[in-house]
């Protein structure tokens, strides 16, 4: 009897062991599959960032250097497949807002398929594809620096010309007039704040988009902390940008004397008056009666620092402005800038940092 219970307790402890031993293979499977087949999608997750990476770079640098969409895109291929043999995904490389704009941005997946040795023996498949992104910028001096959301209109109500002359010496003082009243005898178009300012938040729109033409609270973070998105320009095709509201009065003054006191170097979005439009996309340039600008047309960037600002029916403004720029009323509404000029570029601005006055940048952003 004895004998028989010790064969019966025997037979259930080799079932036991039987249990245990089966849990345990799924354990070292387990760890199998996170040691050797995790291990080695960590180590292609590597390549893989590698390669969209140089992927994305090589793009944007064929962009920078206008060699176009197609030759961008060879590029990209090239060098994901020379780095880990990655493919690049359908869809992809994206351009944006094209690799013929003189600024912008490339977004660049790759991936690769990978064989996995002990997933199977857990149902987990023998295969498994490993994915990177990367997206890289091309052109533009870099900002994250001062910006003024404020256009200045090339050759007019200033007496400095911007584009500028190449002989002229650098650096020179330039002055600028602006008018926000409602009327002007001599240039209608002046009631519409030549010295505008601008919603960067609504940059490189349709003619025909609408405006709120109010001007947004971030103004002063832009001019003191920096503007840290792209703000690319389509020369020599047309940048629309939405106007703001003007002259806010005292609380501006407060800023463009605190940017003095600062002696901020600024960035000035300029102008082309003959390419303005109104609401509807119509031309509106300097001079048309009833025509009120709603998009201004920015070519590019003067870089300038503040040195005086005054009201226009000050005597300071008279001699300043008045006296030295045709149109120039004097008018309380009005306001009379002496700047410092330091550089003009037709680029846009590209967020991240950096500065490009004739130096294509290429850099990545994630």
């Excluded at 920078?64 to 291929?77: F, M, N, P, S, Y």
């Excluded at 997933?119 to 490993?130: C, Q, S």
């Excluded at 940059?203 to 003191?224: A, G, L």
């Excluded at 003009?344 to 004739?358: A, I, K, S």
Aim: glycine share 10%; aromatic share 8%; proline share 8%.
């Amino acid at each position: 009897m004895r004998a028989e219970q010790v064969r019966r307790t025997a037979e259930r402890e080799d079932g036991a062991v039987l249990v245990i031993v089966a849990a345990m293979l799924v354990v070292l499977f387990g760890i199998l599959v996170l040691t050797i087949d995790l291990g080695r999608m960590v180590a292609e997750r590597r390549v893989m960032v590698t390669a969209a990476d140089s992927s994305a770079l090589a793009a944007a640098l064929s962009c920078a250097r206008k060699e176009g969409q197609l030759a961008a895109t060879g590029q990209a291929i090239s060098y994901a497949t020379a780095n880990g043999g990655a493919e690049i995904l359908p869809g992809f490389p994206v351009f944006s807002p094209s690799c013929d704009a003189p600024a912008g941005t490339v977004e660049v997946e790759v991936r690769t398929r990978l064989d996995l040795f002990f997933a199977p023996a857990l149902g987990l498949g023998d295969e498994a594809t490993v994915v990177a992104q990367a997206t890289a910028s091309w052109g533009g001096a870099g900002i994250g620096e001062h910006l003024a959301p404020m256009m200045v209109n090339a050759n007019r109500l200033g007496d400095c010309e911007i584009p500028p002359p190449a002989d002229r010496p650098d650096p020179v003082e330039c002055t600028f007039w602006w008018d926000n009243s409602p009327t002007s005898a001599s240039d209608p178009a002046l009631a519409n704040a030549e010295w505008g300012t601008l919603d960067l938040t609504r940059w490189d729109v349709q003619p025909t988009d609408q405006c709120s033409n109010s001007t947004p609270p971030e103004f002063e973070e832009w001019m003191f902390e920096g503007f840290f998105d792209p703000l690319p320009i389509n020369w020599p095709s047309a940048t629309y940008v939405c106007r703001g509201q003007g002259n806010f009065g005292a609380s501006l003054d407060k800023l463009l004397r605190d940017a003095i006191a600062a002696e901020l170097l600024l960035y000035f979005p300029v102008n082309r008056p003959e390419g303005q439009v109104d609401k509807d996309g119509n031309p509106c340039p300097p001079g048309y009666v009833g025509c009120s600008p709603d998009k201004y047309d920015i070519i590019g960037f003067a870089k300038m620092t503040i040195l005086e600002l005054w009201k226009g029916n000050t005597e300071e403004a008279f001699d300043l402005c008045v006296s030295r720029i045709p149109g120039a009323q004097p008018d309380a509404n009005a306001r009379c800038m002496v700047t410092r000029w330091d550089s003009f570029t037709h680029e846009g601005l590209e967020g991240g940092g950096g500065e490009n006055f004739g130096i294509v940048p290429v850099q990545l952003i994630e």
